[in-house]
C-alpha cells in the first residue's frame, strides 16, 4: 500500500473522529470509548499495512524453567 493512501487514510479517519466528538451529542465515557476503539484498531491497522503484525505472530515464545534449562544444557552422551 502506498505511503499517500495510509496518510490520507489516517487524515480521513482523525477528520471523522474529531466529527464525531465535536457534533453528535453523547455522554463524555462513551466518547472516550469510542476514541480509545477507534485508536486502537487504527494501530492494529497500521502495523499489519506495515508487515508488523504478520512478525509478531511468527514470535514463539517458551517458557522454561531455570532448573529444567540448566540440565538440558549439561547434558552429555557418552557412546
Given at each position: 500500500?502506498?505511503?499517500?493512501t495510509?496518510?490520507?487514510t489516517?487524515?480521513?479517519?482523525?477528520?471523522l473522529?474529531?466529527?464525531?466528538?465535536?457534533?453528535i451529542p453523547?455522554?463524555g465515557?462513551?466518547k472516550?470509548?469510542?476514541?480509545?476503539?477507534v485508536?486502537?484498531?487504527?494501530?492494529?491497522?497500521?502495523?499489519?499495512?506495515?508487515?508488523?503484525?504478520?512478525?509478531?505472530r511468527?514470535?514463539?515464545?517458551?517458557?522454561?524453567?531455570?532448573a529444567?534449562?540448566?540440565?538440558?544444557?549439561?547434558?552429555?552422551?557418552q557412546?
Amino acid at each position: 500500500m502506498p505511503l499517500i493512501t495510509v496518510v490520507i487514510t489516517l487524515i480521513i479517519v482523525g477528520v471523522l473522529l474529531w466529527l464525531v466528538n465535536t457534533y453528535i451529542p453523547m455522554d463524555g465515557k462513551i466518547k472516550k470509548i469510542i476514541n480509545i476503539v477507534v485508536v486502537v484498531a487504527v494501530i492494529l491497522w497500521l502495523l499489519n499495512v506495515f508487515g508488523v503484525w504478520d512478525h509478531l505472530r511468527n514470535v514463539r515464545t517458551s517458557m522454561q524453567s531455570p532448573a529444567l534449562a540448566g540440565s538440558a544444557c549439561c547434558v552429555v552422551s557418552q557412546s
